[in-house]
């Protein structure tokens, strides 16, 4: 582990070079889903074992709170007043929901869309003639259209540490994650989708929201070397997968130009890990079939998502 910004502006630049020239999903429209074969996901599938699933999401928040001023917004829309009058005969309940998708609270998919980065986005498309107030012309959500099934491996790194959470402004290494897999018997691998836990969803629940843009654990940029090195699929953390402050100058999210920018990785962020944490430890096995399914916003940076564990 880390918390101290160690990453020069220089340095940063030249590890994103390493990971345009190493990363597989660097140089393809579909970023690192292009390593997720057919015959990984029916391998994914042989992992299916007990017949039981576990939501990876958090309860969409619908209230203001530090680290979310502007909270998802749900209300009854029908029937008027949102009761029901006596004797009415048929009616129907009905809802509204909106939210800003890239929150700090809310589970959500990144599109490779997301990331603008020296005016481009992933593979040097220029986000001026990408981006419309319609939404993304190109490397949108309309990517993931038919979902991303494959195998989800979790790494607990507050367990490997012998802490319930990861305090803010640590950032986990490769060789946190190495250690990790030796601890919990497991080894990523090409076409994986990683997740990450911190612990920020637990320090949430029992210490109470705080302003995470000033402080959060997640990883440190030099982690994602490791994640090309294995040829992940899909990265994601009970954080926001970046440490704040940033571990590297002048570059607020390194982890989000690195992993979406340059590897073409979609991000899951603010998972909510707690919950299948002692599923996995129980069954004494840290792999399992992983399913995300958001919704068909095709021209969307992103969307909320209830991915699934299934054991």
Do not use: K
């Not at 090409?190 to 210490?207: M, T």
């Amino acid at each position: 582990m880390r918390t101290s910004q160690e990453l020069s502006e220089s340095g940063f630049r030249a590890l994103y070079r390493r990971l345009l020239s190493t990363a597989p999903g660097a140089a393809s429209p579909r970023g690192a889903l292009d390593t997720l074969t057919a015959d990984r996901v029916l391998a994914a599938v042989r992992e299916v074992r007990a017949g039981r699933t576990v939501s990876l999401a958090s309860p969409v928040n619908t209230l203001p709170a530090p680290d979310d001023p502007r909270p998802a917004e749900h209300r009854l829309v029908a029937p008027a007043g949102g009761v029901p009058e006596p004797g009415g005969g048929l009616d129907f309940a009905r809802d509204r929901f909106a939210m800003d998708v890239h929150g700090d609270v809310d589970t959500h998919l990144d599109a490779l869309c997301h990331v603008i980065y020296d005016d481009t986005l992933h593979g040097g498309v220029p986000a001026a003639d990408a981006l419309t107030p319609q939404g993304a012309r190109t490397l949108s959500l309309d990517l993931v259209r038919d979902g991303v099934v494959g195998r989800g491996v979790l790494l607990d790194i507050p367990g490997l540490h012998g802490v319930p959470w990861l305090e803010p402004g640590t950032g986990v290494t490769a060789e946190d994650l190495v250690a990790a897999e030796a601890r919990q018997g497991v080894r990523v691998g090409p076409g994986d989708i990683l997740l990450v836990r911190v612990g920020h969803r637990r320090r949430r629940e029992e210490l109470g929201p705080w302003d995470v843009a000033r402080a959060r654990a997640g990883l440190h940029p030099a982690a994602l070397e490791f994640l090309a090195e294995r040829q992940v699929a899909v990265l994601g953390s009970d954080g926001n997968n970046d440490t704040a402050p940033s571990a590297a100058r002048r570059v607020a999210f390194p982890v989000h130009v690195l992993a979406v920018h340059a590897m073409g990785l979609h991000l899951l962020d603010y998972l909510r890990l707690e919950e299948v944490l002692p599923v996995c430890a129980g069954e004494g096995r840290w792999s399992f079939l992983c399913v995300l399914a958001p919704i068909r916003l095709p021209a969307a940076t992103g969307a909320p998502v209830n991915p699934l564990a299934v054991l």
